[in-house]
């Protein structure tokens, strides 16, 4: 097969997953997707405008002590509600997301996510930004708004998936984030979380200024063995010899004990650097996992337990 063909009609998957999207009414996707997250994240809904001498009739829970102190009179704090929340969003397209046996790859689960959190944020007239990252920047889009500057963004997510390589390194991500993210922005990095620096903290410093969201894209495969036959192993990254292995009940017991440490382990080291964590399958449909997380993230600031 032409491989022109093959990513043309991933191309055209992404984008389709997209259109339905856009189509849906505003509640059930920009209400879900982006309006959920302003009131699910630090922050409130609102941002700092200025200070100014207290009035009589001010509310005195907004005094500015700080300013008070310095100048011996009451000040206090003007709000306003935000106009936008920027939102920047991190695709991994390393060697190891071209693995899924599901029939889409890692990379193509994670780039349709990247076009359904871009086509939300453009409902809701937030700036997006979008950067496909390896052991390098594999592309970029800076952070606009616009028709045309979503359609550049599922774009360049639906080509960045279409051809994997390299090893991860997370901290390109995290450098990507820190240089584009001058004011608080919902950073979402959709990767397998595998490879150069996966045991660090590259995060920790971007968790500190911006809401971070971790979506982890996995395949079922990487939880359990197949139940008969055999399989071949190989690393993707770093390539090497291939490793054959029979898979018996024992191997398949020890293969799940070792997946499910392994995701404990990285929700553990997410969550310790400031992130929040969402899971993705190559088997299933990005956008109820996505609406389902920031719902649930949302629902104890509504008042909702």
């Keep these: ?31 879900l997707l982006v309006g959920q997250w302003r009131s699910a994240f630090r922050g409130g809904g609102v941002e700092f405008e200025e200070s100014r001498p ?3 009739g001010d509310d005195v829970r907004a005094i500015d002590w700080n300013a008070t102190a310095r100048t011996g009179v009451p000040w206090v704090k003007r709000f306003r509600e935000e106009r936008s929340c920027p939102v920047l969003i991190a695709l991994d397209v390393s060697a190891s997301m071209a693995f899924g ?52 963004v599922i774009r360049a997510a639906a080509e960045s998936a279409e051809r994997p390589r390299g090893e991860t390194d997370l901290r390109v991500a995290a450098e990507w984030i820190r240089a584009h993210g001058r004011r608080r922005s919902l950073a979402v990095v959709l990767s397998d979380f595998r490879g150069r620096d996966a045991e660090g903290r590259p995060f920790a410093v971007a968790a500190r200024r911006h809401d971070l969201v971790a979506a982890v894209v996995e395949d079922r495969r990487e939880r359990e063995l197949v139940a008969a036959g055999g399989l071949r192993l190989v690393d993707a990254e770093r390539g090497g010899r291939s490793l ?34 969402v899971w993705l399958a190559t088997d299933a449909d990005p956008l109820r996992p996505l609406v ?4 649930t993230r949302a629902a104890p600031r509504r008042g909702v337990r």
């Design 244 to 277: 054959r292995l029979a898979t018996r009940a024992k191997q398949r017991e020890a293969y799940a004990a070792a997946a499910a440490a392994r995701r404990e382990t990285l929700v553990r080291r997410l969550r310790e650097e400031g992130a929040e964590v």
């Design 54 to 56: 207290y009035a009589p």
């Design 292 to 295: 389902r997380f920031f719902r």
């Design 1 to 31: 097969m032409d491989p022109r063909h093959g990513r043309a009609t991933a191309l055209a998957e992404i984008a389709r997953a997209a259109r339905i999207l856009a189509v849906r009414s505003r509640r059930e996707a920009a209400g």
């Design 101 to 152: 046996t599901a029939g889409r790859s890692k990379a193509e689960v994670a780039a349709t996510a990247a076009a359904l959190l871009a086509t939300a944020a453009a409902q809701a007239g937030d700036p997006v930004g979008f950067a496909a990252f390896a052991d390098g920047l594999r592309a970029e889009v800076t952070p606009g708004r616009g028709d045309a500057h979503t359609w550049r």
